[in-house]
């Protein structure tokens, strides 16, 4: 199975990848998460990623691409792979298809009002950590009051609805050139990603499978909440 998740913030990508991960054994690639390990262990593309991450501005990409080759040549992506947050640009989706032969994008298609109701509900505890969301489970039991110790829950500044709705327009803008490169290849599975997860899961599974893409065996048994 060699995916790319595509999705706005607040469409779920994180929940849908790591269904994957865990019930086939099929990794998560992120390009964020790399960027990030290798900046905390200093190593060599650590430092020279580190300047654009810091100051916001994209990893140009010739390096992006470079890092995605190095990772797709371990052993672990034998079986597959879902990559996320790449590739990001036309000139990178093309590098990618030259590297390896991708088998489907998945769109996590979520509409703005229901990306800002997901978002923009979240509160987290400063006490625990722990995340709950005032409009969908878990909700916390007393208002903006964590369940466990009481504190009073916090809105973080990226989760305010005029902060999501600037992810999300910017999210299009960039995305929109590589969704329909891969529609016009006939790869795109397109999913309505305002449903919940229980019903959405389940079908975007069977079409993989149906389709060829997901043909690892079951690594474990996981339910979906
Ligand atoms: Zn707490």
Redesign the pocket.
């Known amino acids: 199975m060699r995916v790319v998740l595509i999705g706005a913030p607040g469409a779920g990508k994180g929940v849908y990848a790591q269904y994957f991960e865990e019930k086939y054994c099929i990794p998560h690639i992120s390009t964020g998460d790399i960027f990030r390990e290798e900046i905390a262990k200093g190593t060599e593309l650590g430092l020279r990623v580190k300047q654009y991450v810091e100051s916001g501005r994209l990893v140009p990409d010739e390096i992006v691409i470079e890092v995605v080759k190095k990772r797709l040549q371990q052993p672990d992506t034998e079986q597959g792979f879902i990559l996320d947050g790449f590739p990001r640009t036309i000139n990178q989706t093309r590098a990618l298809d030259d590297i390896v032969a991708i088998d489907r994008a998945i769109y996590l298609n979520v509409s703005e009002e229901v990306a800002v109701k997901r978002l923009s509900g979240r509160r987290v505890?400063?006490?625990?950590?722990?995340v709950y969301n005032i409009y969908y489970e878990p909700k916390p039991r007393v208002d903006e009051k964590?369940?466990?110790?009481?504190?009073q829950l916090i809105h973080r500044p990226d989760d305010k609805p005029e902060v999501v709705r600037e992810r999300y327009r910017v999210f299009h803008e960039t995305f929109k050139p590589v969704i329909e490169y891969y529609r016009s290849s006939r790869r795109l599975i397109e999913v309505n990603a305002d449903r919940p997860l229980r019903e959405v899961l389940p079908v975007l599974e069977k079409v993989l499978i149906e389709t060829g893409v997901l043909r690892v065996p079951l690594c474990r048994d996981v339910k979906i909440e």
């Open positions: 505890c400063p006490l625990c950590g722990r964590c369940d466990y110790d009481g504190a």
